[in-house]
């Protein structure tokens, strides 16, 4: 998914109530195809920068399910317990450029949102957690 406003790469979803539960969330592979290398079983790390800008790394594993097809997994708990995360909050992971000195491997801005009921009306807004 391309994010037209700042031209940036980026993939999101909205989490499902085992994922919150659970504080690992799945993506179909064609969703992170433009930035990760599908390879069966590999465990991978997932560097990112928080609203706050804080750096947290999650794990992430490529898996083939039968029925399913390709998807990654990526596991977060300690971020996810912190940030309070909750069903139906969306995840939205921007790729930002590499800066000088940094490791080879991808790294994303990550925007959490939530909807709120404000005078009758659902709103979107950005956690800053």
Not at 54 to 62: D, E, Q
Not at 81 to 89: P, Y
Not at 102 to 126: C, M, N, S, T
């Amino acid at each position: 998914m391309e994010n037209q406003e700042q031209g940036r790469q980026s993939f999101s979803k909205h989490l499902t109530q085992s994922e919150a539960k659970d504080r690992i969330i799945f993506f179909s592979y064609t969703d992170v195809a433009p930035f990760f290398e599908f390879k069966e079983g590999y465990l991978f790390f997932v560097n990112v920068t928080d609203s706050l800008g804080k750096a947290w790394t999650f794990i992430g594993t490529f898996y083939t399910n039968p029925e399913t097809g390709k998807y990654v997994s990526i596991k977060w708990p300690q971020f996810s317990s912190e940030k309070r995360l909750k069903a139906n909050d969306e995840v939205i992971f921007m790729e930002r450029p590499r800066r000088k000195g940094e490791a080879p491997w991808k790294k994303f801005k990550l925007v959490i949102k939530r909807k709120i009921r404000l005078f009758g009306q659902d709103i979107w807004g950005e956690l800053k957690v």
